[in-house]
């Protein structure tokens, strides 16, 4: 594949994959650990959502003062760090003894995980300075991250009907020492000639903005969208987006480069980037809780249900980047968010006893979606720019990604939250949805069937939220990624354009 200094560029290709379907395998490996960490921790449904955005959330806003260190200080030092930070928070999780410890534990994870990811991304491409082979070898990349988000359900449920729901995290542990030694022993050291600095105004205004709102969205529904707190902490987010904005437009190195989003395909990269992951974790939200709550499933059987998107993914994200190469990226982008999106509207329609025949097949539509948006996605976000500022514009396009799942898991969990509480009996209302409880489905069969009903109303509401949203990042990647242009043939930028472009940046 690779002609010159093959060994270490394969090291380094292998090592960086490796690390980043570790961390992004942790976004969704925990979907399927759901029910069992509930009953073992007597957790509510608010308290799964904190589990899943905790983790999302802090990887958010910590991507790109991670991505901006590991240029200054050496993208070698802060993988390594990353993969240590991660695997102590991992066995953190596996020991935690409550919902408050998991969830601290799991923003600790995030912060290992958001120290290697762009540190991945930029030892891969100082590895492969030709344009042709670092193409290839983010096409790779990104690959892998799409099939990490697929496999999580199934490797996760496995785990929770094995050796238990501990072992999601525990497995990391083997995982992560492997990689830290073998990263030491073979990753070459880089660092960028031209850094930038830090932006701490920036970051803390990141954390204000994504962390009230995200408050907000997950506990507006017990504390009440009216309440003082609630009114107060989306006032915040609102202020602190204001003047993140203006803070960043008037600093010469920002931590986000609104210079970037001048451009419609970036922009439209990282708008589509936020609705897919948006609908992405929402959608596996739901599904474990259907599968297993209400349809009585195990774990690793409500895994299994998710392969055709596992397959789909495996099948389909390579032949995206072949695809993308020779059409430009916006066109499986638009393919891609469409077909996922039909998928989950398809599943609009499902009841309490809908048959697995029925619906697999939108399972599978949504997998050859996502397959087809992954690669070109990432492809799309760093075309044009040089190789000094591939990492600010790949951080940045991982931060939309992580945003947009925090968001959905905080606002489609609102939504099927309202709905399930409106479509119960008012009786029923505060013992089925509120309290520790959370969405277990009760023996008695009457009560079970009047909950079930209100659960896949719920759910209904949920895959509307996910399937609309898909099917407006289709319009984006029209309109602003030109999918039915023909692309213009590219051309490498020359050595005095990378050298003018990181003194920009």
Known sequence: MFKENRRTKLLTLTLSCFGLFMVLLDVTIVNNALPAIQRNLDTSLSGLQWIIDAYTLVFATLLLTAGALSDRQGRKRWFMIGLAVFTIGSALCGLAPNEGVLVASRA??????????????????????????????????????????????????????????????FVNLPVGVIAFLAAARFLVESVNPHPRRLDLPGQALAIVTLGSLVYALIEGGTKGWTSPLILSMFALAAVAFTALLVAESRRPQPMIELRFFRSPPFSGTNLVAFLTFFALLGFTFFNTLYFQEIRGYSAFGAGLLSLPATLAIVVVAPLAGRFA??????????????????????LTGLGLATPYSHIWWSIALFGVGLGLVTAPMAAAAVAGMPPSQAGVASAILNTSRQVGGAVGIALLGAIFSNRFRAALPSSLGASASGGSGGFQAPANPGLRRVIGDAFVSALH?????????????????????????????????SPETEVAGSRRG
């Open 108 to 169: 600790l994870q995030a912060a290992g995980g958001a120290a290697l990811s762009p540190a991945s991304l930029a030892l891969l491409t100082g590895a492969f300075p030709d344009p042709r082979e670092r193409a290839q070898a983010i096409g790779i990349w990104s690959g892998i991250s799409g099939l990490s988000l697929a496999a999580g359900p199934l490797i996760g449920g496995a785990l929770v009907d094995g050796p238990g729901w501990r072992w999601v995290f």
């Open 325 to 346: 190469a020779a059409r430009g990226p916006g066109l499986p982008i638009a393919v891609g968010t469409a077909l996922a999106g039909t998928g989950i509207l398809s």
């Open 461 to 493: 509401a949920g895959y509307l939220g996910a399937g609309l949203a898909l099917l407006t990042a289709t319009v984006l990647a029209v309109t602003l990624l030109g999918a039915f242009r023909r692309p213009r043939p590219a051309t490498a930028p």
